[in-house]
């Protein structure tokens, strides 16, 4: 495994590191690109840096809205829950950076209209960062002109930036705009504005960044808005910080003409008095980034652009005309360039802080000195072809190697170190003292970083192959996206480890006839586990411990919060939420009856949103009805009744059990869902032999799964 230096900020625990991590893995839609030259952009990665190192207090004043999160799963899920959460993201190392060049070294499966060895401008936090190497998605790269010199190019994000903020204020040849804030982006909006024909004043208290304005195409300059005309301006641009205040707004308006615009592209609250606004009916905009396209997960992670002849300008197109206008010489960055400093002395550079009149600072990369990237190479370029072939995925195991059946320590490779795994299932598995944490993988290497970290000597990783072929770890636990699930499990299970894979187990026909094909290559003591970890409660033993026998009727109701629309899961690759979640309550309501499903049905209501109702029949002639939908109101998730001949329970979010009209369980402050107690007989189980206590196994969660999805209808 090759590993890198990235410069990380740990908000856990206040400081900004140049720390070392692993090689990123390009996924298909990705390419992996070597950095030469970055840029620090002083007004946003100072003020991140200064956020990572500021006392929770003052993090939380900063961000009701997250507080207002911390406090809604303080009631919904209790402290030790919730605080676990927050410890996990805290503990996260985040990364800086978000305009860089670079050279590619390899290429996804699908990352078409890129060859090795090509120079790329790379955009976008977490794409673009100060690292010795950057996972790009293909719409976050773009070509850079032969004309261009490297140190030029790696300002093409920021242009973009000022592209975009351009564009939202429809400025066009012989304007007349003011730009507010000569600050780094502010400086871009004036070459870029001169570059398009219009004709701009500066409104900037400093003399020497005023002046610096006016020597590179703003045509006057006023020390501050009160001395800027009225009534006099197309567009105002916003460039200065303006959070808690409206005197800003109220200036440009005041400057905007009849039916002018103002175009935030700072970090400014939209709060103004009403008067002026409604008087000239002045439009507001807001710019969100570089362009269309960005915080778009199908634009960003997978590779789809948007039609030409509906959305003109996106990121990648920005990042194209300002590396253009470069080409031609109507843009040049090289006067925003106020320090050069080396790669290995940016952690340095972030703790001194901006001096007054920093603008931009270029930081240069070693090549030379650089570790060669070895995480899985490329297979040979064909002589006659540009481009490279796709790159192996993760999880090819080459043997099978047979499993530890007793072993303890139970040694782990942790696959997917998400938010799930790392608050929900780590601190169980950190308190268990047979079981050993190994490595940790991650596609990005960060969050597995910040696993690995609670376990000291810990690996961090960004292959899964790596797990697979180390002979040091018996047991794998894959908490990965779901569409990963299937061939993941299929691969451990083939190198002889022990699995514990997150629910579903499959999302298509064919993955789970991948499952089916590798028992047969299976170790007879290789033990398997799906994370129902509901059955595993201590509601759920009392409640079976109660059911009579004969027929039963189940009537679980699910009432989920719904989800961002940029959320991985509304991704339809990964089969949607319902497909991912709905075997849990299945499972559960199996567990209890304990007779084999019938037959399994489902009504949609709404597929798109996933609300459903599901039926299963049980051959004892009992029956489950599931009604699974999203709602905004403060009410259970989870209410699950039982009713048979002289019986009735009911099971109310994990909190409260009640037999036959009588409370038997309650809990006032966390919700018991089993993940405890199913960890510590997964591990057990490992420790000291025997798939029987795991039941059901591999064959029987096949068959599930295959009954949900024919009902599903997919």
């Given at each position: 495994?090759?590993?890198?230096?990235?410069?990380?900020?740990?908000?856990?625990?206040?400081?900004?590191?140049?720390?070392?991590?692993?090689?990123?893995?390009?996924?298909?839609?990705?390419?992996?690109?070597?950095?030469?030259?970055?840029?620090?952009?002083?007004?946003?990665?100072?003020?991140?840096?200064?956020?990572?190192?500021?006392?929770?207090?003052?993090?939380?004043?900063?961000?009701?809205?997250?507080?207002?999160?911390?406090?809604?799963?303080?009631?919904?899920?209790?402290?030790?829950?919730?605080?676990?959460?927050?410890?996990?993201?805290?503990?996260?190392?985040?990364?800086?950076?978000?305009?860089?060049?670079?050279?590619?070294?390899?290429?996804?499966?699908?990352?078409?209209?890129?060859?090795?060895?090509?120079?790329?401008?790379?955009?976008?936090?977490?794409?673009?960062?100060?690292?010795?190497?950057?996972?790009?998605?293909?719409?976050?790269?773009?070509?850079?002109?032969?004309?261009?010199?490297?140190h030029k190019a790696a300002f093409a994000t920021l242009y973009a930036l000022a592209l975009h903020g351009l564009r939202q204020g429809q400025t066009t040849i012989g304007d007349k705009i003011a730009i507010i804030g000569a600050g780094l982006i502010g400086q871009l909006l004036v070459q870029t504005a001169h570059a398009s024909g219009a004709h701009t004043t500066i409104i900037e208290p400093n003399p020497l960044r005023r002046q610096l304005a006016q020597e590179n195409g703003a045509h006057g300059g006023v020390d501050h808005c009160r001395h800027a005309p009225d009534n006099s301006f197309d567009a105002v641009y916003i460039c200065a910080a303006a959070r808690g205040m409206h005197a800003l707004i109220d200036q440009a308006a005041r400057m905007c003409r009849d039916r002018g615009t103002i175009i935030c592209v700072g970090d400014v609250n939209i709060s103004a008095h009403r008067k002026t606004l409604y008087d000239k009916?002045?439009?507001?905009?807001?710019?969100?980034?570089?362009?269309?396209?960005?915080?778009?997960?199908a634009y960003e992670e997978l590779g789809h652009d948007y039609p030409l002849g509906y959305v003109r300008w996106t990121i990648k197109r920005n990042m194209q005309a300002a590396l253009d206008l470069m080409a031609d010489g109507k843009l040049d960055p090289s006067p925003l360039i106020t320090s050069k400093i080396a790669f290995a002395d940016i952690a340095n550079h972030f703790a001194k802080g901006p001096s007054q009149n920093q603008l931009a600072t270029l930081v240069s990369y070693d090549i030379a000195s650089q570790p060669t990237e070895q995480a899985t190479p490329t297979p040979p370029t064909p002589p006659n072809d540009s481009r490279v072939r796709s790159i192996p995925k993760p999880g090819q195991p080459s043997k099978q190697q047979p499993p530890i059946r007793k072993a303890s320590p139970v040694t782990f490779?942790?696959?997917?170190?998400?938010?799930?795994?790392?608050?929900?299932?780590?601190?169980?598995?950190?308190?268990?003292?047979?079981?050993?944490?190994?490595?940790?993988?991650?596609?990005?290497?960060?969050?597995?970083?910040?696993?690995a970290r609670k376990f000291g000597n810990a690996r961090t990783l960004t292959s899964a192959n790596e797990i697979f072929e180390n002979p040091a770890i018996n047991s794998v636990m894959i908490a990965t996206r779901h569409d990963s699930h299937a061939a993941l499990a299929a691969d451990a299970l083939k190198s002889g480890k022990h699995v514990w894979l997150e629910k579903p187990v499959a999302i298509t026909r064919d993955e789970l006839a991948l499952l089916h094909d590798c028992q047969s290559a299976m170790a007879p003591d290789a033990i398997f586990m799906i994370g129902h970890n509901r059955r595993y409660a201590a509601m759920t033993a009392k409640l079976k411990d109660a059911l009579p026998d004969g027929p039963k009727h189940f009537r679980y109701r699910v009432r989920v919060t719904p989800l961002a629309d940029r959320h991985w899961l509304n991704n339809p690759e990964q089969g949607g939420r319902t497909i991912g979640e709905i075997t849990h309550f299945i499972d559960l309501i199996a567990n209890l009856n304990r007779t084999e499903i019938s037959d399994i049905r489902c009504q949609w209501l709404d597929r798109k949103a996933g609300d459903s109702i599901w039926t299963i029949r049980f051959e004892d002639g009992s029956q489950g009805d599931i009604s699974y939908q999203h709602s905004t109101r403060r009410e259970p998730k989870e209410i699950l009744q039982i009713d048979a001949p002289g019986f009735d329970a009911q099971l109310t979010d994990w909190r409260k059990l009640s037999i036959n009209g009588r409370t038997v369980m309650r809990t006032y402050f966390s919700q018991d869902k089993g993940q405890r107690s199913a960890i510590e007989t997964f591990v057990d189980a490992i420790a000291s032999g025997g798939q029987d206590r795991l039941m059901p196994g591999l064959e029987d969660e096949i068959k599930l799964m295959a009954l949900v999805i024919n009902a599903a209808g997919y």
């Open positions: 495994m090759a590993e890198m230096k990235a410069l990380l900020r740990f908000p856990g625990e206040r400081k900004v590191v140049l720390a070392d991590c692993p090689v990123p893995i390009p996924g298909d839609h990705d390419i992996l690109v070597q950095t030469c030259f970055s840029v620090i952009s002083p007004g946003t990665e100072f003020t991140q840096a200064r956020q990572a190192t500021a006392p929770l207090w003052q993090k939380a004043w900063q961000r009701p809205d997250l507080v207002a999160l911390t406090l809604k799963s303080l009631a919904t899920s209790g402290a030790k829950a919730t605080a676990s959460r927050v410890t996990n993201q805290l503990g996260r190392p985040m990364p800086l950076g978000y305009s860089a060049i670079g050279r590619i070294e390899r290429i996804g499966a699908k990352a078409d209209g890129f060859y090795l060895g090509q120079r790329v401008a790379i955009a976008g936090m977490g794409h673009a960062s100060h690292a010795q190497w950057n996972r790009v998605p293909v719409n976050m790269a773009c070509p850079v002109p032969d004309s261009v010199p490297d009916e002045i439009s507001i905009h807001q710019v969100r980034s570089y362009g269309p396209g960005r915080y778009d997960p490779g942790l696959i997917g170190t998400g938010n799930y795994l790392g608050s929900q299932l780590v601190p169980y598995l950190k308190n268990c003292s047979n079981a050993d944490i190994v490595a940790c993988c991650s596609r990005d290497g960060l969050s597995a970083m910040a696993v």
